[in-house]
């Protein structure tokens, strides 16, 4: 099946710092998501990116699905980004979506 | 709009004792349904997927199943819970065609 792999698995920044998260993933797919897991558990859609590039506000994505990876970046970072970071991603013949293990934010004051 | 509910949010359970968990969509129809645990610290695994009323897919042989006994009604069981068991569950969807997945808020689920 499918593989999705993220990196870092952590990473510490200060505040106003910028970052970039990679997710590769093994097969083509017709669909990428980046999720932000809050310290509740609740998982927040950030992008829904099977290809291009998508902004808002401090944060974009960037999907090469020809190349199988996808970059979200975050600029200007504050406290409040600190969580979890899930790209999940799928293809329809299977009809699963599959989560890659996450990156770990943490943003120091 | 859509929406999906999830209940109930916490959960302390004995071993051995049964497990009913439900998730609930509204604002669409046929949209595929998922179950996921994520244990303390770890990746969401995807136990369940469900493409309509009665079809359900396993992805880990374990302790659970899952029913769709409505479009847009999904239900995650166990018999007799085990330890092992214990985690946050939660329930998802998308529409046909792969779109946009949404997630429910999540059960913890402590097997005592």
């Known amino acids: 099946g499918i593989q999705v792999e993220q990196s870092p698995p952590d990473l510490i920044l200060q505040e106003g710092a910028n970052s970039t998260l990679r997710c590769n993933f093994s097969d083509s797919v017709n669909n990428l998501q980046w999720f932000h897991q809050n310290p509740w558990g609740q998982l927040i859609n950030l992008f829904y990116i099977p290809s291009g590039t998508k902004q808002n506000g401090r944060l974009s994505a960037t999907t090469v699905a020809t190349e199988r990876y996808s970059l979200l970046y975050i600029s200007s970072s504050q406290t409040t980004d600190s969580g979890v970071y899930f790209c999940?991603?799928?293809?329809?013949?299977?009809?699963?979506?599959?989560f890659g293990s996450g990156t770990r934010l943490s943003i120091r004051p | 709009s859509q929406t999906i509910h999830q209940w109930p949010a916490t959960l302390v359970q004995p071993v051995g004792s049964p497990l009913s968990l439900e998730c609930t969509v509204e604002g669409t129809s046929n949209p595929n349904l998922y179950w996921y645990r994520q244990a303390a610290g770890r990746g969401l695994q995807l136990l369940f997927y469900?493409?309509?009323?009665?079809?359900i897919s396993s992805e880990v042989p374990q302790n659970l199943s899952a029913s769709r006994p409505q479009d847009r009604q999904f239900i995650l069981s166990s018999k007799k819970l085990l330890l092992s068991d214990s985690g946050f569950y939660l329930c998802?969807?998308?529409?046909?065609?792969?779109?946009?997945?949404?997630f429910g808020q999540g059960t913890r689920l402590t097997v005592v």
């Open positions: 469900s493409v309509g009323i009665g079809q």
């Open positions: 998802a969807w998308n529409g046909m065609g792969h779109t946009e997945a949404f």
């Open positions: 999940a991603t799928g293809y329809s013949s299977a009809s699963k979506i599959i």
